[in-house]
């Protein structure tokens, strides 16, 4: 269905705290990978659907082990486990010198992602900037979603990493209007004038720039929708400004993505209809006689 990374540059404010957000009010169904190559944090945060911890070994680690003789799309469901809640995840690495061995991977793992038919993936790419591999991961995403707070060295920071994805998206051809966004982690009494506020910069900058970037929206800043995502699900959590702001977020990245895919339908029928477009032929090129100047 569709690939959406999460990710931050200095400070990573609570890219994996979102992203479970996210997860557990996503409108379709929806799998949680963490594809942090400093290492994950679900496995020491979070119980398994039984209230027992998760498998370490059973995840990201399991898959890479298997992903040398190829890697398909339904490979990954065979390393996945469900949080206390229903929500499946792909448990991240553990340590972050376990990446060193899968430098190999991120490329296979964005496009295998992308093309899981029966669900979309939120991925956990934690704080970018250390392992440039992750940019074949990135490059992947219909939707690459940089978090960021709204004070003045977290914006500046940001204004720096959206120049630096859009290079690296460039290079790969990828880069498209709706495919970079920002989720500002806004404090509840300052929440619309914290959005506006990032949004102003990030236009201006992206304007001055030419980068492809909108400020998609916002999360609520909110420790105590933090603590009870930890493990209690539904009930007070459910009411928490937290899951609050990210089902509204959920709902516009939801809506962002058919439309996506509505527009990719279109194209695909207009060159059903037409054909592809064959560019017409160079124009002949004649050497000129002995002796004429060309």
Same mark, same amino acid.
């Given at each position: 269905?569709?690939?959406?990374?999460?990710?931050?540059?200095?400070?990573?404010?609570?890219?994996?705290?979102?992203?479970?957000?996210?997860?557990?009010?996503?409108?379709?169904?929806?799998?949680?990978?963490?594809?942090?190559?400093?290492?994950?944090?679900?496995?020491?945060?979070?119980?398994?659907?039984?209230?027992?911890?998760?498998?370490?070994?059973?995840?990201?680690?399991?898959?890479?082990?298997?992903?040398?003789?190829?890697?398909?799309?339904?490979?990954?469901?065979?390393?996945?486990?469900?949080?206390?809640?229903?929500?499946?995840?792909?448990?991240?690495?553990?340590?972050?010198?376990?990446?060193?061995?899968?430098?190999?991977?991120?490329?296979?793992?964005?496009?295998?992602?992308?093309?899981?038919?029966?669900?979309?993936?939120?991925?956990?790419?934690?704080?970018?900037?250390?392992?440039?591999?992750?940019?074949?991961?990135?490059?992947?995403?219909?939707?690459?979603? *940089? %978090?960021? &707070?709204?004070?003045?060295?977290?914006?500046?920071? +940001?204004?720096? $990493?959206?120049? @630096?994805? !859009?290079?690296?998206?460039?290079?790969?051809?990828?880069?498209?209007?709706?495919?970079?966004?920002?989720?500002?982690?806004?404090?509840?009494?300052?929440?619309?004038?914290?959005?506006?506020?990032?949004?102003?910069?990030?236009?201006?900058?992206?304007?001055?720039?030419?980068?492809?970037?909108?400020?998609?929206?916002?999360?609520?800043?909110?420790?105590?929708?933090?603590?009870?995502?930890?493990?209690?699900?539904?009930?007070?959590?459910?009411?928490? *400004? %937290?899951? &609050?702001?990210?089902?509204?977020?959920?709902?516009? +990245?939801?809506? $962002?993505?058919? @439309?996506? !895919?509505?527009?990719?339908?279109?194209?695909?029928?207009?060159?059903?209809?037409?054909?592809?477009?064959?560019?017409?032929?160079?124009?002949?090129?004649?050497?000129?006689?002995?002796?004429?100047?060309?």
């Amino acid at each position: 269905m569709a690939l959406i990374a999460l990710a931050a540059d200095k400070g990573a404010p609570g890219v994996t705290t979102v992203a479970t957000a996210l997860g557990a009010v996503w409108p379709r169904a929806v799998l949680l990978a963490e594809c942090d190559p400093a290492g994950g944090d679900l496995v020491y945060r979070l119980p398994g659907i039984d209230g027992g911890v998760l498998n370490p070994a059973k995840g990201l680690l399991s898959l890479g082990a298997t992903a040398r003789r190829g890697l398909h799309p339904e490979q990954i469901w065979e390393h996945t486990q469900k949080l206390v809640g229903g929500l499946d995840v792909l448990v991240g690495l553990t340590s972050g010198e376990q990446a060193a061995g899968l430098t190999w991977l991120w490329g296979p793992l964005g496009k295998a992602m992308a093309a899981m038919p029966d669900a979309d993936v939120l991925a956990d790419c934690g704080r970018l900037g250390a392992h440039p591999q992750m940019n074949e991961l990135l490059s992947e995403a219909s939707i690459v979603l *940089l %978090l960021a &707070r709204a004070n003045l060295d977290h914006v500046a920071h +940001l204004r720096e $990493r959206i120049s @630096a994805v !859009a290079r690296a998206l460039t290079e790969r051809n990828r880069v498209t209007p709706a495919q970079i966004g920002v989720v500002v982690i806004a404090d509840p009494r300052q929440y619309r004038g914290s959005i506006d506020e990032v949004r102003r910069i990030v236009t201006a900058s992206a304007e001055s720039t030419r980068v492809p970037v909108s400020v998609l929206g916002g999360i609520a800043h909110d420790p105590k929708g933090a603590e009870m995502l930890r493990g209690q699900w539904g009930g007070r959590l459910d009411r928490s *400004l %937290l899951i &609050r702001t990210a089902r509204e977020l959920a709902g516009r +990245l939801a809506g $962002r993505l058919a @439309a996506q !895919a509505q527009e990719q339908a279109r194209q695909a029928q207009a060159v059903q209809r037409t054909g592809p477009r064959v560019p017409p032929p160079p124009a002949p090129q004649f050497d000129p006689p002995a002796g004429v100047n060309a």
